[in-house]
């Protein structure tokens, strides 16, 4: 018997099927020997996420536990507050194992949706599941590159040696953005994809203000470094201090040191410090350095204000590349006020909590999405980086994650402080 699908499903089926091939060549980037490694401490070990790609698409499209590995691949990790996975090898099963699981589960979950699409008021439409599970896991594969950028780099299979061209300087420029509406979020009766935190809608009234044209670089944070930065006291928030000192944390997290210079840990291969590619910090590190240059972090309305002007509207080709290019590259496109390199060259950080906006509902078959994390703990990001995905480099995605987690593919630029609130800092000319 032969079931005929409508033709959105088939190309979401399609889509799917690609993200599945996605994410298969982002695991054949590491040494078999290395998948139960952990190349960062607050996740789990990459084995997981090969089953929990599976497990998440069978819990969410089929519903009914089946083994105890849709339990076992259930659940990642928020890294919050310093509790590291106690976790050991003996507690996960073995590779044959862990590759049954998904090639049973992939086939199960293709037989599923070989049916014609339904609907039903608790679990949504095939259309709103289909967009979950296929932006689920290409927001993991660019979670994948970032813990596959810590592993060590003979663990890994190389794919290119990165060797960037000789660094030319970029010259610092803030760029005064005129008073006007922006528009957060999506309409609730969008014919577009969007997450339960990207709706409802919401303009906003933005005042005038300043922002840099560029992200700051790896040599504009360097200076902050060298000018001891790390040690100046007032300028880090009393929970990123002690951050800090409990972590011993002195430097960018994609830095190393070698004598008195610096390298920087590319994909493949361990480069000098390219001075013109923006630096990749926390949250509570791009805010200590906005302190120290007299400067301040934008809010999320200023920069959709700054990206997209009056209304949330554009496009963005996917990057592919797996380092950042120099911050005046604009390899995903410039803004209508001149701002370059807001897409595809690393998320960007806000000072802006992560919070619902007006009239937020929660997803029912995927509760656990935001609401947890509108906590106070949580910034949101916004734009995208090397490894995000096209589908979201979209006006309405936010992106959030905790202060303190260095690790994401994430800089920042300044904003000038409002007038009348000129804050203390450091000539950067």
Known sequence: MVVEIGREQTVLLARLAEARETTDRVFQLVDPKALYDRPIPERHRILFYIGHLEAFDRNL????????????????????????????????????????????????????????????????????????????????????????H?????????????????????????????????????????????????????????????????????GEFLRFLDDGGYGCRELWAADDWAWLATQGISHPVFWVRHGDSWRYRSMFDEIPLPLSWPVYVSHAEATAYCRWAGRRLPTEAEWQRAAYGAHGHGSHREPHAWDPAPVDQ???????????????????????????????????????????FFDGQHFVLKGGSTRTAACMLRPSFRNWFQPHYQYVYAGFRCAAPPAGRELPGRELQ
């Open 61 to 148: 499209l089929i519903g009914e536990k089946r083994t105890e590995f849709d339990d076992l691949f259930a659940f990642g990790i928020d890294p919050v507050g310093g509790n590291l996975p106690t976790d050991q090898l003996k507690d996960w099963p073995g590779l044959a194992a862990v590759y049954s699981y998904r090639d049973d589960v992939r086939s199960e979950v293709d037989n599923f949706l070989s049916r014609p699409p339904v609907r039903t008021q608790q679990a949504g439409s095939h259309w709103q599941l289909l967009n979950v599970a296929i932006e689920h896991r290409l927001m993991h594969a660019e979670t994948l590159a970032y813990i596959l």
């Open 150 to 218: 810590q592993l060590p780099h003979d663990r890994k299979v190389r794919l290119s040696l990165r060797r960037p061209a000789e660094d030319r300087p970029v010259t610092p420029e803030t760029l005064v953005i005129p008073e006007g509406n922006t528009t957060l979020g999506l309409r609730r009766d969008s014919p577009d994809f969007g997450w339960d935190n990207e709706f409802e809608e919401q303009t906003l009234n933005v005042p005038p203000f300043g922002i840099d044209r560029h992200k700051v670089t790896n």
């Open 330 to 372: 604009s390899p995903g496109g410039s803004s209508p006020f001149g701002l370059e390199g807001l897409f595809a060259n690393g998320w960007e950080w806000t000072s802006s909590e992560f919070a619902p906006l007006p009239r937020f509902r929660t997803f029912p078959w995927y509760p656990g999405y935001s609401e947890p």
